[in-house]
């Protein structure tokens, strides 16, 4: 992709690597703004190395990622690439989505032929290198015509990324976010099966859930896209996206468990960044008793919690 008189232009991929140049490939993920999602990463990393790949791991970071985090998420398999923010101008002041067009910065990996883009609140089950064998831009749908850039596969160029710059302020993004802007700019994209990129939220809380926790248990889905609170914000005993109306489509007991799978086989070095703070925790509580007080007819809030995080 390259811009030609103030006009994109899509140029078809070649088929297949030249005989001669052996192509890097990565995994990537980006952390910016805060250290909400280290614990993430360092699960994600875990779970990525458990499938086998022999892919890089290459995680951009920006100033706000201390150095503690940086080297635990080393010790996990990251490689480390500094970044600065980029800005949404459409985002509110602090709000979420502030700073998350820093994912265009993907495009910068120069060093690789192609990326496996995956979000942090992501753990991959199966080994995902065959997504390498598709073009850019490959994921899974949203809906019907808009895909997820949660997992994405993208191919680094300075003239994509250039182009993005300079149509910064006038590509209008349908959601406010990185998702949107992506969507407006690759509207040819190429779909992968859903269970690659497996989303945890439905609207049918029966016949849809005893599917998906068919699926969770399985060894269809090959990764497990966490969406509401993350499992780490969470005690291990259940998903405490049962207690927050709203919430509740998001929900589901066996992705937790899944995670926590993944958890378990870290570190304990690296399970440190998986704590909560005492004002988390506090939120926890007050969650749980609204639910209490609301009858939520799931009766998660009637369950004791055991995670020992609770004392940590």
Not at 44 to 71: C, E, F, W
Request: aromatic share 12%; net charge positive.
């Amino acid at each position: 992709m390259c811009v030609a008189g103030g006009k994109i232009e899509l140029n078809p991929p070649k088929v297949g690597p030249s005989p001669t140049v052996k192509q890097r490939e990565a995994y990537a993920t980006v952390l910016h703004s805060s250290e909400a999602y280290v614990c993430g990463a360092i699960a994600l990393a875990q779970s990525l190395a458990r499938t086998g790949t022999t892919r890089d791991l290459v995680l951009l970071a920006d100033s706000s990622i201390s150095l503690r985090a940086r080297r635990a998420l080393i010790t996990s398999g990251w490689i480390i690439r500094d970044t600065d923010r980029i800005h949404n101008p459409y985002a509110k002041k602090e709000a979420y989505n502030e700073w998350n067009y820093t994912k265009l910065r993907l495009w910068q990996l120069l060093g690789y032929h192609k990326v496996v883009f995956i979000d942090s609140d992501i753990i991959v089950l199966k080994n995902l290198d065959v997504l390498f064998g598709f073009p850019q831009i490959s994921a899974i749908s949203n809906n019907a015509w808009r895909f997820n850039s949660g997992m994405m596969l993208i191919k680094p160029s300075n003239c994509t990324f250039n182009m993005f710059m300079e149509n910064i302020d006038e590509i209008v993004p349908y959601n406010g976010g990185d998702q949107g802007f992506l969507n407006e700019v690759f509207t040819w994209w190429h779909r992968w099966a859903s269970r690659v990129n497996y989303m945890t939220n439905w609207n049918n809380m029966t016949e849809e859930m005893e599917m998906k926790n068919r699926i969770f248990r399985s060894d269809e889905v090959y990764g497990i896209h966490y969406l509401g609170l993350k499992p780490w914000l969470c005690y291990r005993d259940y998903d405490c996206n049962w207690n927050v109306k709203g919430n509740q489509i998001f929900a589901n007991d066996v992705a937790n468990e899944r995670w926590w799978e993944i958890h378990d086989s870290m570190a304990p070095e690296l399970q440190r960044f998986c704590l909560m703070d005492k004002g988390w925790k506090a939120r926890l509580k007050k969650d749980r008793a609204s639910a209490k007080k609301a009858q939520f007819e799931d009766k998660h809030w009637m369950i004791k919690i055991k995670d020992p995080r609770q004392h940590l």
